[in-house]
């Protein structure tokens, strides 16, 4: 079973509004963390944004906050006030907690193009 | 400020050319994480170090090796590289190992052709 999915291969949004893109995961571990990777055309990996599966608050970062429900194990990603430079490949992982080392799970991410 | 380092940000080689793709890191990890990403595709998990414990993905080919002869540095070595090699090798490095909490701070990967 994956263990992340993102349904939304490509989504476009127009500049200056709000988009939302979908990530749900699958775990019975208790602990775990969600993070969000933005990937532009030129290849980089950079870390967005971090939700605790024990946190009780939705985390934000600038522009960028995570709509995080945990008994639907959804972790959106919702982006404000969108500019051209978000265009880039956005990627959801989760590294699960308990007993010893567990590896970063990736989903197939979401490519997002901003139209001016 | 680039913290996670990678040389060269662009490798091209011959079919069957021994190459090798470094990383540097300047945040005094214990991990350090290779990850292979094809067009399209979410990064995939090659190896990682645990400061000197090397620890290999159970489907990672045989042609893959890595070395880390210190902190700072980590070296892929791709003995015989063939067409279906060539991808994105993206180094990344984490604080901690088994952290949930711990993010990984990624390099700007190399783009490796195979010719």
């Known amino acids: 079973a994956q263990k992340i999915t993102q349904t939304q291969p490509g989504m476009f949004v127009q500049e200056k509004e709000a988009v939302t893109l979908d990530c749900t995961y699958d775990?019975?571990?208790?602990?775990?963390?969600l993070f969000w990777y933005k990937q532009p055309s030129s290849g980089e990996m950079i870390f967005l944004i971090y939700q605790g599966s024990y946190d009780q608050q939705n985390a934000t970062e600038g522009r960028y906050s995570l709509n995080f429900q945990k008994a639907r194990k959804s972790a959106n990603l919702v982006i404000s006030a969108s500019q051209l430079g978000d265009s880039a490949m956005y990627f959801c992982a989760m590294r699960e907690g308990g007993g010893g080392y567990q590896k970063v799970t990736f989903g197939t991410g979401t490519k997002l193009q901003v139209i001016p | 400020d680039a913290m996670v380092i990678q040389n060269p940000r662009y490798q091209v080689t011959q079919f069957g050319k021994p190459v090798t793709l470094s990383c540097s890191q300047t945040l005094n990890h214990n991990v350090m994480y290779w990850y292979q990403q094809k067009s399209s595709q979410a990064p995939k998990l090659l190896f990682h170090y645990y400061d000197k414990d090397f620890n290999n993905e159970a489907d990672t080919p045989d042609n893959f090796q890595s070395r880390r002869p210190n902190t700072s540095f980590c070296f892929l070595d791709i003995r015989s590289p063939g067409l279906g090699d060539a991808a994105m090798y993206l180094c990344a490095t984490s604080r901690d190992l088994a952290r949930a909490d711990q993010p990984q701070h990624f390099g700007d990967g190399t783009r490796l052709s195979i010719l």
């Open positions: 775990t019975s571990d208790p602990s775990y963390g």
